[in-house]
């Protein structure tokens, strides 16, 4: 139970937070993997060496600090973090573990003079409050997935019905049940997470699914990242009828149905869940602006694709814009960068629509602010990020 002591004492230590809370992190990362490998797959790599993973859990306990009394207040944060969870099948016996680093690295970071054990019992406090709020939203979802026509709970085993080139970088994976049985539905922009065993090493990633739902099989479409362990082991290894294990739909990022008319903006590989999405409005007839960023036409993916559905459905307006000029790439509507100037161009005459959009963060960054700019609200403008969320303002 958190005391009214134990309270003061989380909101005394905000401001430790705020100046420092990204090095406690950093250390309580680092003792967390080193101390307990069984929790290692459950992080990517890849965001702890660039410290995304470290910076999105300072925010996450900064935010859950300074609301400790009204935990309402922490908004979409806990819906992100709960989906996450479940694409990657976090357990309650996972939390004790995280507790045990976390608490051990507030002593060692900041000191036992500052760390007291008064300190260090109200965390202790708060963190098992937080997990059992976690461990009981996330369950909710797990007996929903089980229970769904369709469903499961944990690992499935899916075989690959295809394999698709999609650009010089993005390859697509069709995935369809080796049971045969029945597929679990999904909502459009939504994610799956893979469990893989790649050179001895169990991994966990979530990608996007790239189609809308069909009940035959899920699709993503992954970039080829230079450095990516998983991305690169998924193009060069895995072939059709490989069997992969999967862990159902989950995520919060997904395409709310109205008569707005919908603006999807993505960059890059961002473009993989506005597809799902595209493919689902257009059947309700809604109008769609669908504007995409590729460095070049080499690695813009699926344009083929939004070509034939132009061409099937006139309520779409589709716009590319690319970083390079190339003289094959005589398709793009503008080359440098997506500006205030061309979104104020692209976008519908009405600025009450709906937008979407993702990408690299600078590109998001840079979205989010031409569409307040240009008057969208911001209510409805939603976004999502494919590693650790972060920051836009």
């Known amino acids: 139970m958190l005391s009214s002591e134990h309270r003061a004492i989380i909101k005394a230590t905000v401001p430790l937070l705020e100046s420092g809370g990204e090095a406690l992190t950093r250390h309580f990362y680092k003792m967390l993997l080193d101390e307990n490998p069984e929790v290692r797959p ?24 300074r609301h400790i009394d009204h935990l309402d207040k922490l908004g979409g944060l806990v819906s992100q973090i709960i989906n996450k969870h479940v694409a990657l099948n976090i357990l309650p016996e996972h ?39 976690l461990i009981g939203l996330e369950e909710n979802i797990y007996s929903e997935k089980e229970q769904a026509p369709g469903g499961w709970r944990g690992t499935r085993v899916f075989r690959v019905a295809r394999k698709v080139e999609e650009s010089d970088e993005i390859t ?40 809308a739902p069909n009940g035959r099989e899920y699709r993503i479409s992954v970039k080829r990242e230079p450095n990516g362990k998983v991305s690169n082991h998924l193009h060069a290894n895995v072939h059709e009828n490989d069997a992969l294990e999967l862990f159902a739909p989950s995520g919060d990022f997904r395409l709310e149905h109205n008569e707005k008319p919908l603006v999807l903006i993505s960059g890059g590989v961002g473009i993989t869940p506005t597809l799902a999405m595209l493919q689902a409005a257009l059947a309700t007839q809604r109008v769609v602006h669908f504007i995409h960023a590729a460095r070049h036409g ?16 006139p309520q779409l307006k589709r716009f590319y814009c690319y970083e390079h000029r190339r003289d094959e790439d005589d398709h793009a509507h503008g080359f440098g960068h997506i500006d205030e100037a061309r979104l104020h161009q692209w976008l519908p005459e009405t600025r009450d629509v709906d937008a979407y959009f993702l990408g ?20 409805q403008t939603r976004y999502e990020f494919f590693g650790p969320a972060a920051a836009l303002e």
């Open 42 to 65: 459950l992080f990517n790599q890849a965001h702890q060496a660039s410290g995304a993973q470290q910076r999105a859990l300072a925010n996450g306990v900064l935010m859950y600090a």
């Open 95 to 133: 939390y004790p573990i995280v507790g045990r680093s976390l608490l051990k690295a507030i002593r060692e970071v900041l000191g036992e003079e500052i760390a007291t054990d008064a300190v260090i019992e109200a965390w202790g406090a708060a963190y098992n409050q937080l997990a059992d709020i």
């Open 172 to 211: 697509s994976f069709y995935f369809r049940p080796d049971d045969g049985r029945q597929l679990l539905d999904f909502h459009p922009g939504q994610y799956i997470g893979l469990r893989l065993v790649i050179d001895g090493e169990e991994v966990r990633r979530n990608y996007s699914l790239s189609a």
């Open 298 to 313: 080499g690695v813009h993916a699926f344009r083929d694709h939004i070509e034939a559905l132009a061409q099937r459905h």
């Open 360 to 379: 690299p963060a600078a590109f998001m960054k840079a979205v989010k602010k031409h569409l307040k700019a240009l008057g969208v609200p911001e209510s």
